[in-house]
């Protein structure tokens, strides 16, 4: 029954709930905050895409079919991480939702990042160590492969060795850049934001343009101590 609430909620409740309202896409790359903005966003009461179904759309972005990412988007206010943190959805989503706010998380350096990729992929599907292709190819993961092709799609390393640092690293520099290159004349739909910044928070809230007794990114909820500007 909780099963089936939960699935009424997402198809029928929360699309009428959003409709007309501003969409929020959250569109750094993974390992970069992106758990804690959704954290935030439900302590704020918005409503956050279904990260699994979102997930399950990985074969309608490798054939760049992004009418049905952009349909998907009707279910929720706030998304993030898959396909939102992939190259080229922001640019769809921002046609397909004129008006919409993107946030761009990032991490103090790219090295930073890259270690916590490689620290978080080795603990979940190397057993400890760096992942090879075949950690990948049989992690069960949304499906077995799903993320040997997310990191064919992403990285397009050698397959001896998927993580180079180097192209990595490039990897989140290009990304990072073609963003802020994208939203260049248009400084108030995008929020650059490193969550580890003392003034980050705050920077978040006045994005969004609600107030909070919060000084920093919630970890439970707190929702009775916040209300909107609006």
């Known amino acids: 029954m909780k099963k089936y609430f939960n699935y009424i909620k997402r198809k029928v409740i929360h699309p009428v709930q959003v409709k007309n309202k501003t969409k929020i896409f959250c569109i750094g790359r993974n390992k970069t905050g992106t758990t804690s903005l959704k954290a935030a966003f439900e302590d704020l009461g918005f409503i956050v895409g279904n990260q699994r179904t979102a997930e399950k759309l990985l074969g309608e972005y490798k054939a760049g079919n992004f009418e049905a990412i952009v349909d998907y988007c009707k279910s929720a206010q706030v998304f993030q991480d898959f396909?939102?943190?992939?190259?080229?959805?922001?640019?769809?989503?921002?046609?397909?939702?004129?008006?919409?706010?993107f946030i761009l998380s990032i991490r103090d350096t790219p090295e930073q990042w890259y270690n916590s990729v490689t620290k978080f992929h080795?603990?979940?599907?190397?057993?400890?160590?760096?992942?090879?292709?075949?950690?990948?190819?049989?992690?069960?993961?949304?499906?077995?492969?799903?993320?040997?092709?997310?990191?064919?799609?992403?990285?397009?390393?050698?397959?001896?060795?998927?993580?180079?640092?180097?192209?990595?690293?490039?990897?989140?520099?290009?990304?990072?850049?073609?963003?802020?290159?994208?939203?260049?004349?248009?400084?108030?739909?995008?929020?650059?934001?490193?969550?580890?910044?003392?003034?980050?928070?705050?920077?978040?809230?006045?994005?969004?343009?609600?107030?909070?007794?919060?000084?920093?990114?919630?970890?439970?909820?707190?929702?009775?101590?916040?209300?909107?500007?609006?």
């Open 83 to 101: 396909p939102f943190s992939y190259p080229k959805t922001y640019e769809c989503l921002d046609k397909a939702y004129p008006g919409s706010k």
């Open 122 to 230: 080795a603990k979940r599907f190397g057993n400890g160590k760096i992942p090879v292709k075949q950690d990948l190819v049989n992690a069960e993961y949304v499906w077995r492969g799903w993320m040997w092709e997310c990191n064919r799609i992403m990285y397009k390393t050698p397959e001896d060795d998927l993580y180079n640092k180097d192209k990595l690293i490039k990897t989140y520099i290009d990304y990072n850049n073609s963003v802020k290159e994208y939203f260049r004349d248009r400084p108030q739909d995008l929020l650059v934001i490193n969550l580890s910044e003392n003034s980050a928070y705050q920077k978040f809230c006045d994005f969004l343009g609600v107030e909070s007794k919060q000084v920093d990114f919630p970890w439970e909820n707190k929702t009775s101590s916040i209300k909107s500007k609006q």
